[in-house]
């Protein structure tokens, strides 16, 4: 699995937004805003308006899992439907190893383009790209619900966001453990 934390916007805009509320000058938000961040409800809604782009690489179960967020995140994906058939699959298409003879079968079914049993036997592990776009908000909610998951996926995930984003400490602490 690989996570790329590829940019980030909007953190002067949520933090103007957050000025609002207090009649202060946003050079004086930082402050405000590092209390509010662990404060949920409408407390912390300034973490909604900081969008974060994620590469993430990442096994069809493991992808499973992450669609249970769909508030506050879209993806765009390296389809199947355009890609299966295009190049020889290779052990490190999958997450965890393969059996030769069952690699060797998928490749039998690309060769010979049989398109809806390939789909059919893909297994689990399957690496699939997306971009992922989302919310300071989000993540915390995925860290705080996650962060104890016995998938290393999300362990992997979590720590990525963690050392990649631009304010970590509005993320909640991660206790974690592979």
Partial sequence: ??????????IEEALLGLSL???????????????????????NKFLESIVVWVDVIAPRFWWQEFDTYRVGVTKQ??????????????????AHPIF???LDRLNDM???????????ALPEGFLQRRIVCTNYKTLRRIIFQRKNHKLPEWHTFIQAILTQVEHP?????YGGTK
């Fill in 110 to 120: 690309i060769l010979d383009e049989r398109f809806i049993e390939l789909k059919n």
């Fill in 1 to 10: 699995m690989k996570v790329t934390v590829l940019r980030e916007a909007g």
């Fill in 21 to 43: 509320s207090y009649n202060q000058p946003v050079e004086k938000m930082k402050a405000v805003a590092d209390r509010l961040a662990d404060k949920n409800e409408a407390h």
């Fill in 169 to 173: 400490e509005w993320l909640p602490s």
């Fill in 100 to 102: 030769q003879p069952e």
């Fill in 77 to 94: 994906s390296e389809s199947t439907i355009h890609t299966i058939l295009k190049a020889k699959l290779m052990p490190e298409d999958f």
